[in-house]
């Protein structure tokens, strides 16, 4: 079974500039765009802002090193 993850598990990583950058990702026309993909559970919005929170602790830590 795949490994699902929901808007309600990310919601407390994500920071301020987030929704813009996965707006630009999934080319959406703006943040309110992609904030109603989430909260409809879009699979590529949800997988762009999983994919961004992750690399930037991955950034977070390497940089920490």
Same mark, same amino acid.
């Given at each position: @079974?795949? !490994?699902?993850?929901?808007?309600?598990?990310? #919601?407390? %990583?994500? /920071?301020? +500039?987030?929704?813009?950058?996965?707006?630009? @990702?999934? !080319?959406?026309?703006?943040?309110?765009?992609? #904030?109603? %993909?989430? /909260?409809? +559970?879009?699979?590529?919005?949800?997988?762009?802002?999983?994919?961004?929170?992750?690399?930037?602790?991955?950034?977070?830590?390497?940089?920490?090193?």
């Amino acid at each position: @079974m795949e !490994n699902v993850i929901t808007l309600e598990q990310l #919601k407390s %990583k994500i /920071r301020i +500039g987030d929704y813009d950058l996965v707006a630009e @990702m999934i !080319n959406a026309k703006s943040r309110d765009a992609v #904030k109603q %993909k989430l /909260r409809r +559970g879009n699979e590529q919005a949800l997988e762009a802002l999983k994919t961004l929170i992750e690399k930037r602790e991955e950034i977070i830590q390497d940089f920490k090193k």
